[in-house]
């Protein structure tokens, strides 16, 4: 497996940046996927994961900011981040996932190298 991401940036406050993940060496459209993240001296954290039928896992803190999306053609898959924040400032990472059937939780099985986004006040 293979996840490549991209998209990343300086950005200023309030504004937005699409981040994009491809996805080479899978059967894509069967697996759950996910955004992750890692600020300086932070633990990496979930933001938000879409399983193969739409369940979907999103941390409170994004809701109504960030928003995941796949495309199973292209093996490609998204994270919209709209109103960004300085405290966005991060290692986006993407990965294929394993989630709850529920959506209450999602965790990273297999990884993409990260791309950094600043978001600059």
């Known amino acids: 497996v293979q996840l490549q991401a991209s998209g990343g940036g300086l950005v200023q406050a309030g504004g937005s940046l699409r981040l994009s993940c491809h996805a080479a060496g899978v059967n894509f459209r069967l697996y759950p996927i996910g955004w992750f993240r890692q600020a300086p001296g932070k633990e990496r954290e979930g933001l938000l994961c879409?399983?193969?039928?739409?369940?979907?896992y999103v941390k409170d803190f994004v809701k109504g900011r960030f928003t995941i999306a796949r495309d199973n053609a292209k093996k490609t898959f998204y994270l919209q981040m709209n109103s960004l924040k300085p405290e966005d400032t991060a290692t986006y990472y993407c990965?294929?996932?394993?989630?709850w059937g529920d959506g209450s939780d999602c965790w990273g099985d297999s990884w993409g190298q990260g791309t950094l986004v600043t978001v600059s006040s």
């Open positions: 879409l399983s193969s039928d739409g369940s979907r």
């Open positions: 990965a294929l996932v394993h989630m």
